[in-house]
């Protein structure tokens, strides 16, 4: 299956389970795979045999700005849910979602979940 990526997408989300956390919207990144058949896009050269990818940005983007979820289990899973609901020709898209400062210690943390074409 061939892949188009959308890296370091950065968002702002309200999101999180501490008080502290539902108070002001935090900054996320996330990065999505996303599993297509991309052939006869590289033999045409035309955008509508591919997805638009900067039209799931926003997409992603909106999303996020307007969430309210507790984890970022969910927001990853809300993510992989529009981008197969809304592309039909996607057959898989990881996403994973990171949470910079979320965590004592490191860096950050992250969530990675895929999401599938029902068959």
């Known amino acids: 299956m061939d892949?188009?990526?959308i890296r370091d997408l950065r968002v702002n989300a309200l999101v999180g389970v501490y008080p502290t956390e539902r108070e002001r919207r935090q900054g996320l990144i996330l990065n999505l795979q996303i599993e297509l058949d991309l052939s006869n896009a590289a033999v045409s050269d035309r955008?509508?045999?591919?997805?638009n990818y900067a039209e799931i940005e926003a997409q992603v983007a909106e999303l996020a700005a307007n969430s309210k979820f507790f984890l970022i289990e969910r927001l990853a899973?809300?993510?992989?849910?529009?981008?197969?609901g809304r592309?039909?020709?996607v057959e898989r898209v990881t996403?994973?979602?990171?949470?910079p400062g979320a965590a004592r210690i490191a860096r950050s943390i992250a969530v990675e979940v895929?999401?599938?074409?029902?068959?």
């Open 47 to 51: 955008l509508e045999d591919t997805v």
């Open 114 to 119: 895929a999401c599938c074409r029902k068959s």
């Open 3 to 5: 892949r188009i990526w």
């Open 77 to 84: 899973g809300a993510v992989g849910e529009l981008v197969l």
């Open 95 to 99: 996403v994973r979602v990171e949470k």
């Open 87 to 89: 592309h039909p020709a």
